[in-house]
């Protein structure tokens, strides 16, 4: 079954992990990140003190829950060498699911 998320992040950071979702197994589709204002991005899980620069958010569609776990650990990883937070929310972007910056582990990780 296709399990579907919005990513919410900075713009630098939007361009890498897009990188990352395009060479992941299991992705079935990736949407063009769109600039969201302020109050989008508090609504996608950041606070108020993640706000401090433009933010994107694209939508990554998985074939599998198994392959958006395994995703979602390679943006860990890569928020450890780059610092950041990630806002992980439903596909519509209006229900925050979670939030992933390097000291996540993987029992925090939202799962779906």
Request: hydrophobic share 40%; no cysteine.
């Amino acid at each position: 079954m296709e399990q579907a998320i919005s990513l919410t992040t900075t713009t630098d950071q939007m361009t890498e992990i897009l990188k990352l979702a395009r060479s992941a197994e299991g992705v079935e589709g990736i949407s063009e990140p769109a600039v969201l204002d302020g109050s989008r991005a508090l609504n996608a899980g950041l606070t108020p003190e993640d706000i401090r620069v433009g933010f994107e958010m694209a939508t990554v569609i998985f074939k599998t829950g198994g392959a958006l776990f395994v995703f979602l650990k390679a943006v860990r990883d890569y928020l450890k060498t780059t610092g950041g937070v990630v806002g992980i929310s439903d596909a519509t972007g209006s229900k925050p699911l979670g939030r992933i910056d390097a000291m996540s582990r993987d029992e925090t990780l939202p799962r779906l």
